[in-house]
């Protein structure tokens, strides 16, 4: 990926940076750099991710997926790190593949009545997938898929793939039954994990080529070095840190392709549980384009100074020609694509933020495919974890998100958690 911030500079942005500042700034980048090169050397917790494309060995997986790879429709169950980065994945390659892949990470019973009533079973496979093993929505929407599976008289265990660490019920139910299993990698939190098995699964029933995944991701690796103005990933994630503290503290993420719509919530994950800790953090938002410039917009342009807007732009797309009508006012149209108007949209809009003064970035992408996308799941990873450098937090924990977790399994008797007691304290108040 290549990433331009020429209109978060101070000169033309307000708030911005000024080129002097982030020079300064550049000296805690290189120590930064040096603290993630010695974590990933050390194999350490977090930074372990940023090894995954050397790690994470195709062949493993594409074999554990044998069993199910004439799958019409891949139900993949899992939450969080364990369904963004897959789910990233196969939606926007989706228009490559014949599997129709679809994510039950809510517990909304309507909704997953409504992905198992009137669907064929036999051509369906299961992918779960829990780091912990222990998740309450995870486990709960596997065993509810299994049971349908059975009431259809479609025996499940020919038909699931798990993912999951080395112990946990999780790991239990997938020995007992003898299931296709692959492990998360250690040192792997899960919202770094879509380059190993938690996010290649997906891709590889969907056929997509795990390889030059993790090629791209392998190249974006390549261009990590002590300097942010030779490194993408870290141009951004120290752009987006030095913003914040002049009072960009929303970060609106806005690919413009429709495929990268799920890339927007993935981010806004990493975004948001990885850096939002001691009171700090940006706050990220999730926009597509052109959608959004039809609602949000306004606000990005004219509403208070307090956001970043970062604009993905997905080089060429697969085209479709507008057709000639032979009326005047439409001959603009027609003189162009849909990916002319597209693109025009995208230049208008960052155009219209920069005389306004608002900071903006611009992520490019060549083309919406394998290599692009672990390019830009690699380097956004990367400038995260610059960015959790930066604040000085801990990236890689998650502490709000277990709270909630165990009171939620507490208040439903899954086990003694004082969380859950605060969660009943408050309720009796009411
Ligand atoms: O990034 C994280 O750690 C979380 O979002 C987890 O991925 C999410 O809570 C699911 O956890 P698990 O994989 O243990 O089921």
């Given at each position: 990926m290549n990433v331009d911030i020429g209109n978060a500079l101070a000169s033309v942005a307000s708030p911005g940076v000024s080129r002097e500042s982030l020079e300064r700034l550049n000296d805690q980048v290189g120590d930064a750099h040096e603290r993630i090169e010695q974590g990933m050397a050390d194999a350490e917790h977090g930074y372990e991710a940023l090894n995954l494309p050397q790690r994470t060995d195709p062949s493993e997986i594409r074999e554990a997926v044998e069993p199910v790879a004439d799958a019409e429709t891949l139900l993949t169950i899992g939450i969080g790190g364990?369904?963004?980065g897959a789910a990233t994945i196969t939606d926007a390659l989706a228009a490559e593949s014949d599997t129709e892949a679809i994510y039950l990470d809510n517990v909304d019973p309507v909704w997953i009545s409504q992905h198992l009533e009137n669907r064929s079973l036999e051509n369906t496979a299961i992918n779960v997938v829990s780091r912990s093993g222990t998740t309450a929505e995870t486990l709960a929407n596997f065993l509810v898929v299994r049971d349908a599976f059975e009431s259809a008289d479609v025996d499940w265990t020919e038909r699931t793939i798990v993912t999951t660490g080395e112990s946990g019920p999780l790991r239990n139910l997938s020995d007992r039954h003898d299931l296709p299993s692959l492990r998360v990698p250690d040192g792997v939190p899960g919202r770094f994990s879509a380059l190993s098995a938690v996010g290649l699964v997906a891709a590889?029933?969907?056929?997509?080529?795990?390889?030059a995944l993790l090629d791209g991701a392998a190249a974006e690796a390549e261009t990590?070095?002590?300097s942010l103005f030779e490194c993408p990933a870290y141009a951004y994630g120290a752009t987006t840190y030095a913003l914040d503290q002049r009072g960009a503290g929303i970060n609106a993420m806005v690919p413009y392709a429709e495929s990268l719509e799920t890339y927007a919530e993935w981010f806004a994950q990493l975004w948001a549980e990885s850096l939002g800790k001691d009171d700090l953090g940006q706050t990220p938002v999730r926009a597509l384009g052109v959608t959004d410039q039809h609602s949000q917009l306004q606000l990005y342009r004219a509403g208070p100074r307090d956001k970043?807007?970062?604009?993905?732009?997905?080089g060429d797309l697969a085209d479709r020609p507008i057709p000639d009508t032979g009326v005047d006012e439409l001959a603009y149209l027609s003189d162009a694509t849909l990916a002319d108007l597209l693109e025009a949209e995208f230049e208008a809009t960052e155009a219209s933020l920069a005389a306004a003064g608002r900071p903006n970035v611009r992520v490019e992408l060549d083309g919406?495919?394998?290599y692009e996308l672990g390019g830009l799941l690699y380097g956004m990873e990367a400038a995260?974890?610059?960015a959790g450098e930066l604040y000085a937090v801990n990236t890689f924990e998650q502490p709000a998100v277990e709270w909630a977790k165990k009171a939620t399994r507490g208040l439903l008797g899954g086990g003694d958690f004082e969380e859950a007691d605060a969660v009943a304290e408050k309720t009796?108040?009411?």
């Open positions: 364990s369904a963004l590889a029933v969907c056929g997509h080529d795990l390889e990590l070095s002590g970043l807007v970062t604009f993905v732009s997905p919406v495919d394998e995260c974890v610059l009796e108040l009411r």
